[in-house]
Each structure stands twice: as C-alpha cells, then as structure tokens.
C-alpha cells in the first residue's frame, strides 16, 4: 500500500528546460493538489483537480501545466524552467468527508533545483 | 483575504515539558483547521482536523482547539519526547474558495 508517491525525488535542471514531476495515489482520492514550498513562504497551492479532467488553478500557477487524465495520476510539467522554480514540491490527495471537510494527505516531496 | 499566522516561529523545550503553539487566521469563515507535522526532508503528516462547529479534537498527547471567533487555534503537545521535535504547521481550509491557507510553521526542538 503505497500511498502516495512522487517522481523524482531530487531534480537538477537547467535553465529553460521542461521538466516534468510525477505524482500517484492509490486511494483514489477525488481531491489532488501541487503545492511549493520555500522558505519564508510556507507552503503555496499550484494547481489542484478536484477529479479526472478536472483542474483549476491555485495561488501561484504562472509557468506550470497540469494533467488529470486519470484519478491516480496528477503530473505537473514545468514549462521552461527559471531559477526561481527551485524549491521543493508536494503533492497531495484527499477525499470529501462531508460536504465541506476534506483531510489533504501529502506526498514524501521533490526537491527541484533549476541551475 | 485569508492569512494564517503562527506564534513563535521557533520554540526550544527540555523532555517533559506541556506546550502550546498558536495558530490565528484573520477570516472566521473556515470549513476546518489541520495541524502536520513536517519532519526536515519530509512530506507532511496530518496531525489533528477540527471541523468548523467543534472546539477540539484530541489524538494521544496532543489536543487541538478551535475558537473561530477570536480567530484562534492552539495545539497542546503533553510531555513532550525528543521525537516531537519537527516543524508544526497550521492551515485552514478557506470558506470562500475552500483552498487551504498555510501559516509559516512552528520549528519545535525537545532537549534530552
């Protein structure tokens, strides 16, 4: 039972390049979210899917692209990566308990360094 | 808009000791409120959820209430171990948009 899983763990890119962050749950959570985390920032929502097909943006979405072509899998694509892309990437899943309450389960994190 | 703040940012403590860290957000209008756990170099751990019409929730040595009029939440740690030593993050689940709004965190050190 893995849970929740992502892909790579540690990234190294550079400048421009397109990079893509994997993301896989197997509880089948309706709910999957992309966060960043940096310092002095706390965490910040990216973008989230509240089911297949489904997607909308968060508080910071500017130069990244997602996909819900399934409920397990959330892949989120930076376009062309900048510098101040680095940081660390959580994704998370949940489900709706009630209608207005949801438990957000988060991922081990990607640690992405654009050179 | 919401914000989320959390008091102190950092709190070092000998074993034994019963904590408090403080969580305060600015609009009443919440769905929940979650408190994790974040160890260094690790995803987070839900800690406690608290839905709007409850005061508190209790799970083994931490207890967390809710008071959404004033805006606050506060998280109890009872004699606390070495091994609660992490980063502490509060967020709450927004009423207007329902997305989550994190505070900055509470790094928490436990001395042998």
């Known amino acids: 039972d893995a849970g929740i899983t992502q892909s790579p763990r540690y990234k190294i890119t550079e400048t421009g390049r397109q990079v893509t962050l994997m993301c896989h749950q197997t509880?089948?959570?309706?709910?999957m979210f992309w966060y960043r985390q940096d310092l002095g920032h706390g965490l910040r929502l990216i973008y989230y899917s509240a089911a297949a097909d489904i997607t909308d943006k968060g508080e910071v979405p500017d130069g990244y692209v997602v996909s819900r072509s399934k409920t397990e899998n959330f892949p989120l694509t930076l376009e062309s990566a900048t510098r101040s892309q680095t940081s660390v990437y959580f994704c998370a899943s949940s489900y709706l308990a009630g209608e207005f309450s949801y438990e957000q389960y988060f991922g081990p994190g990607t640690r992405l360094t654009v050179t | 808009k919401q914000e989320v703040t959390q008091i102190p940012a950092a709190l070092s403590v000998p074993e034994g000791e019963n904590l408090v860290l403080n969580c305060s957000f600015t609009?009443?209008?919440?769905?929940?409120l979650q408190w994790f756990r974040q160890d260094p170099g690790k995803g987070l751990t839900s800690l406690l959820l608290?839905?709007?019409s409850q005061r508190e929730q209790t799970s083994g040595r931490l207890n967390a209430s809710l008071d959404k009029s004033s805006g606050r939440s506060t998280l109890y740690i009872a004699a606390s171990q070495p091994g609660d030593s992490a980063t502490y993050l509060c967020a709450v689940v927004d009423g207007n948009n329902r997305k989550l709004i994190w505070g900055l965190g509470t790094s928490l050190a436990v001395n042998p």
């Open positions: 609009d009443s209008a919440i769905y929940n």
């Open positions: 509880w089948s959570h309706s709910y």
């Open positions: 608290i839905q709007s």
